[in-house]
């Protein structure tokens, strides 16, 4: 249903619209941005090597992530008249995507920690099971959120706006999925941590060129995974944040900053730093591959000048 509205006192609301879109536009501009400006690292790391799952998953992530970004920017822009469907069918995109996104992410996480724990089976289905038991229920809080969501176009003094509410207990299942979502990544998180410190400790024992090699592994898992969770934490707590009333009603200066870097921490949570959680391991791995090489290349002249100097003495 098309709701008008003229009233003088729906102008701060009208504000915090066209101020959110602005930030909402820059959130899109990131996400486009990062993957020009990382294009040659996806041609090189992900194109021209051998697919696999990991591979999969990152154009999943990345390539969802652009045309996500162009739906978020195209329904927040307040000239542009939605109807009711088409604002129905955006949330309904959006929100899925949301949902299949973090799924995802949490695969890369599971590769992640299987290769830290050196493909313990145990530590694999433990988290396989906790992966699982928290996305279906996501999954099926998401279902239920989105049967009892309504939207409206509403015509302000000559700008629109998509007005989303959530029947029943809507807010507090979104809150849900975000909490749950929170609990997995603090797990993960945790569990990175622990067999990092570990591996650290038991790098003194190795030599220092394989001691070297690992510690760089460990390094970029670690930097990247620590990055990442941070960003998810910052998003989580201002979702949950933002739907207590207070926040909700509230105009000031520092409220309507808060919610509009919510809209480029969310986009760039999942479709810069996830990417790149796979990008920087393949990166690391490649200058160490390229570094091994060298090494070895280095030593194959030394021996053959050796060789060569030993066989003109003895002639």
């Not at 909490?179 to 993960?188: D, G, H, S, Y």
Request: glycine share 6%; aromatic share 12%; with cysteine.
């Amino acid at each position: 249903m098309t709701v008008v509205l003229n009233n003088p006192s729906w102008w701060p609301l009208i504000d915090l619209n066209v101020f959110l879109s602005y930030w909402t536009v820059a959130a899109g501009v990131v996400v486009i941005y990062d993957w020009v400006l990382t294009l040659g690292q996806e041609i090189e790391l992900i194109w021209r090597q051998r697919w696999s799952l990991m591979t999969l998953l990152y154009l999943v992530i990345r390539y969802v992530g652009i045309p996500f970004s162009v739906a978020y920017v195209l329904s927040s822009i307040p000239l542009m008249s939605l109807t009711d469907a088409v604002s129905n069918i955006t949330n309904y995109i959006m929100n899925v995507t949301n949902v299949v996104i973090a799924a995802t992410l949490g695969i890369v996480m599971i590769a992640r920690l299987y290769a830290m724990y050196q493909g313990s089976r145990m530590m694999l289905i433990f988290l396989v099971i906790i992966f699982l038991a928290v996305n279906i229920a996501c999954g099926v809080i998401a279902g239920i959120v989105l049967k009892h969501f309504v939207g409206d176009e509403w015509i302000m003094s000559g700008t629109y706006m998509c007005n989303a509410q959530y029947e029943g207990d809507g807010v507090l299942l979104i809150s849900m999925v975000w909490v749950l979502n929170t609990v997995w990544e603090i797990l993960a998180l945790c569990l990175s941590v622990w067999i990092a410190v570990k591996h650290f400790r038991n790098l003194r024992r190795l030599g220092p060129s394989t001691g070297s090699k690992i510690g760089d592994y460990f390094r970029v898992l670690i930097q990247s995974h620590v990055l990442y969770f941070a960003s998810f934490v910052c998003v989580s707590c201002l979702q949950i944040a933002f739907f207590f009333p207070e926040l909700q009603n509230s105009h000031s200066t520092i409220t309507e900053i808060l919610e509009g870097a919510l809209q480029i921490l969310l986009v760039v949570q999942m479709f810069v730093l996830g990417p790149r959680l796979i990008l920087s391991v393949r990166q690391c791995h490649a200058k160490l591959v390229a570094g091994s090489d060298l090494e070895t290349r280095m030593n194959l002249i030394v021996f053959q000048d050796r060789v060569h100097v030993s066989t003109s003495i003895t002639l």
